[in-house]
């Protein structure tokens, strides 16, 4: 049977790395959270600048030319795989599984940062490309359809209220052992999808060919069984 390259994008907190994972899973397809490696990158970096790292404003703070400057310098010292476990994948910084440090609101507001500077992303859109050079991928983020694989067989564009998101990101924060405040984090993923869609190098847009699926509504099951119909459909062309 054909194996194909299945490119899943969306807003930030819409639940894309749930479902392309339990795709993966259920197809036998290697899954790639793109998002991860943004965050590694924004980890490395807060990391290296031990100035920015123990800033508590870390969260708000804005990069100065100097501090792209001083991303793009490091790019070649940065290694990101992922190693597959029994609850999905962990992210490798240089050999070092990052999979929870990544996962904090500073880390990622510090990705969505560093995906503006087009350096990192053309570095991590290579890696990418690399990755899913075989077919038989599901990958997620915010320019699968539109940058890295433009070419993939099935595109989605999973959306949901900011509301919605918001509420879940709440709760997944709170899960972890956080403290977050709702005001906060709606506010947090309103700044996200500002910063995603309108910066200028490939903004979060629906590919022209993708298929929209707002699950604002829907259960995880229901959901799911749209997607998998989606995929059957497009693997027996
Ligand atoms: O999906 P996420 O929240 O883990 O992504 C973290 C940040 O990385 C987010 O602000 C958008 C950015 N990103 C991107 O610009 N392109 C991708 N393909 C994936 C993520």
């Known amino acids: ?16 790395s749930t ?5 993966a899973r259920r197809a036998g397809y290697k899954y790639v959270d793109t998002g991860a ?3 590694a990158v924004a980890l490395y970096f807060l990391r290296f600048n031990d100035n920015i790292h123990n800033n508590p404003l870390v969260a708000s703070l804005e990069l100065t030319h100097r501090d792209k400057e001083c991303i793009i310098e490091q790019l070649n010292n940065i290694h990101i795989s992922f190693l597959p476990t029994s609850d999905g994948q962990h992210t490798l910084l240089n050999g070092e599984d990052v999979e929870k440090e990544i996962r904090t609101l500073a880390v990622g507001n510090m990705a969505s940062q560093v995906s503006t500077i087009k350096e990192v992303r053309a570095f991590l859109v290579a890696a990418q490309q690399a990755m899913g050079a075989e077919g038989g991928i599901v990958m997620d983020g915010r320019d699968i359809g539109t940058v890295v694989f433009p070419n993939a067989e099935l595109k989605l564009f999973l959306t949901a209220s900011p509301e919605e998101r918001a509420k879940r990101r709440f709760l997944e924060l709170q899960s ?4 977050p405040v709702y005001e906060e984090v709606l506010h947090d993923v309103q700044e996200r999808d500002y910063r995603d869609t309108h910066r200028k190098e490939s903004p979060l847009r629906q590919a022209e060919d993708a298929i929209a699926v707002d699950n604002s509504d829907l259960t995880r099951e229901e959901q799911m069984d749209i997607i998998m119909h989606l995929f059957e459909d497009h693997i027996n062309i």
């Open 19 to 23: 479902i392309a994972k339990e795709l």
């Open 1 to 16: 049977m054909k194996k194909i390259t299945v490119a899943i994008d969306g807003y930030s907190s819409c639940g894309k």
């Open 176 to 179: 972890k052992g956080e403290h």
């Open 37 to 39: 490696m943004y965050r």
